[in-house]
Protein backbone atom coordinates (compact mmCIF):
# COMPACT_ATOMS: atom_id res chain seq x y z
CA UNK A 1 0.00 0.00 0.00
CA UNK A 2 1.19 3.52 -1.06
CA UNK A 3 0.08 6.83 0.60
CA UNK A 4 0.79 10.17 -0.77
CA UNK A 5 -0.28 12.91 1.98
CA UNK A 6 0.22 16.71 0.88
CA UNK A 7 0.25 19.62 3.55
CA UNK A 8 0.86 23.39 2.81
CA UNK A 9 -2.28 24.96 1.13
CA UNK A 10 -4.04 27.30 2.05
CA UNK A 11 -5.37 30.94 1.29
CA UNK A 12 -2.98 33.45 0.33
CA UNK A 13 -2.93 37.37 -1.16
CA UNK A 14 -1.65 37.78 -4.75
CA UNK A 15 1.47 38.17 -4.44
CA UNK A 16 2.24 35.58 -1.65
CA UNK A 17 3.99 32.85 -1.55
CA UNK A 18 3.10 29.12 -0.49
CA UNK A 19 5.24 26.08 0.14
CA UNK A 20 3.30 22.60 -0.39
CA UNK A 21 4.72 19.44 0.28
CA UNK A 22 4.18 15.92 -0.36
CA UNK A 23 5.63 12.57 1.18
CA UNK A 24 5.09 9.30 0.20
CA UNK A 25 4.97 6.40 2.36
CA UNK A 26 4.40 2.37 1.99
CA UNK A 27 5.82 -0.17 0.27
CA UNK A 28 7.84 1.88 -1.91
CA UNK A 29 11.07 0.30 -4.20
CA UNK A 30 11.95 3.42 -6.15
CA UNK A 31 10.61 6.85 -6.83
CA UNK A 32 10.63 7.28 -10.73
CA UNK A 33 8.90 11.27 -10.90
CA UNK A 34 7.04 12.70 -8.74
CA UNK A 35 5.17 16.10 -9.46
CA UNK A 36 2.51 18.39 -9.04
CA UNK A 37 -0.62 18.86 -10.72
CA UNK A 38 -3.68 21.36 -10.03
CA UNK A 39 -7.40 21.65 -11.05
CA UNK A 40 -9.70 24.78 -11.01
CA UNK A 41 -13.23 24.54 -11.02
CA UNK A 42 -14.72 23.86 -14.21
CA UNK A 43 -11.44 23.03 -15.53
CA UNK A 44 -9.59 19.85 -17.01
CA UNK A 45 -6.62 18.34 -14.43
CA UNK A 46 -3.12 19.84 -15.84
CA UNK A 47 0.36 19.34 -14.87
CA UNK A 48 2.18 22.13 -12.57
CA UNK A 49 5.68 20.91 -12.37
CA UNK A 50 7.66 17.71 -12.83
CA UNK A 51 10.59 16.26 -11.44
CA UNK A 52 12.19 12.77 -12.25
CA UNK A 53 14.41 10.68 -10.19
CA UNK A 54 17.33 11.89 -11.48
CA UNK A 55 16.19 15.23 -10.78
CA UNK A 56 14.99 16.80 -13.84
CA UNK A 57 12.53 18.78 -14.16
CA UNK A 58 9.69 20.70 -16.03
CA UNK A 59 7.09 22.88 -15.36
CA UNK A 60 3.85 24.52 -16.54
CA UNK A 61 4.39 28.10 -18.65
CA UNK A 62 2.14 29.55 -16.42
CA UNK A 63 4.24 28.95 -13.17
CA UNK A 64 7.37 28.64 -15.53
CA UNK A 65 9.67 31.39 -13.37
CA UNK A 66 7.73 31.76 -10.00
CA UNK A 67 7.48 28.27 -8.63
CA UNK A 68 10.31 25.48 -8.19
CA UNK A 69 10.05 22.09 -7.54
CA UNK A 70 12.42 19.89 -5.35
CA UNK A 71 12.39 16.34 -3.22
CA UNK A 72 14.34 15.26 -0.63
CA UNK A 73 14.96 11.48 -1.96
CA UNK A 74 15.99 10.04 1.82
CA UNK A 75 12.27 11.12 3.11
CA UNK A 76 10.30 10.32 -0.29
CA UNK A 77 9.37 13.86 -0.60
CA UNK A 78 8.43 16.23 -2.89
CA UNK A 79 8.29 20.09 -2.38
CA UNK A 80 6.65 22.99 -4.52
CA UNK A 81 7.42 26.52 -3.74
CA UNK A 82 5.35 29.33 -5.36
CA UNK A 83 5.86 32.51 -5.15
CA UNK A 84 4.25 35.94 -6.42
CA UNK A 85 0.71 33.90 -6.59
CA UNK A 86 -1.92 34.78 -8.81
CA UNK A 87 -5.79 34.22 -8.33
CA UNK A 88 -5.36 32.22 -11.45
CA UNK A 89 -3.48 30.09 -9.47
CA UNK A 90 -6.54 29.46 -7.33
CA UNK A 91 -6.97 25.28 -7.67
CA UNK A 92 -7.11 22.33 -5.83
CA UNK A 93 -3.40 20.55 -6.13
CA UNK A 94 -2.23 16.98 -6.50
CA UNK A 95 0.67 15.35 -5.62
CA UNK A 96 1.13 13.08 -8.44
CA UNK A 97 4.36 9.83 -8.29
CA UNK A 98 5.28 7.35 -10.43
CA UNK A 99 6.98 4.50 -8.65
CA UNK A 100 7.45 1.14 -7.98
CA UNK A 101 6.40 -1.14 -5.65
CA UNK A 102 5.75 -4.21 -4.37
CA UNK A 103 2.79 -4.12 -6.80
CA UNK A 104 4.35 -3.28 -9.90
CA UNK A 105 5.06 -0.07 -11.18
CA UNK A 106 1.93 2.32 -10.95
CA UNK A 107 0.89 6.48 -10.61
CA UNK A 108 -0.45 7.59 -7.00
CA UNK A 109 -2.04 10.38 -6.73
CA UNK A 110 -2.80 12.69 -3.28
CA UNK A 111 -6.31 13.24 -1.58
CA UNK A 112 -5.73 16.86 -2.73
CA UNK A 113 -4.72 20.31 -1.54
CA UNK A 114 -6.73 23.40 -2.02
CA UNK A 115 -4.91 26.74 -2.95
CA UNK A 116 -6.93 29.83 -3.28
CA UNK A 117 -5.26 32.99 -3.96
CA UNK A 118 -7.80 36.73 -2.86
CA UNK A 119 -7.38 39.75 -1.29
Known amino acids: QVQL ?38 KQRELVARITN ?7 DSVKGRSTISRDNAKDTVYLQMNNLKPE ?22 QGTQVTVSP
Open 5 to 42: VESGGGLVQPGGSLRLSCAASGSILSIIAMGWYRQAPG
Open 54 to 60: RGATNYA
Open 89 to 110: DTAVYYCYAALDSYAGVNDYWG
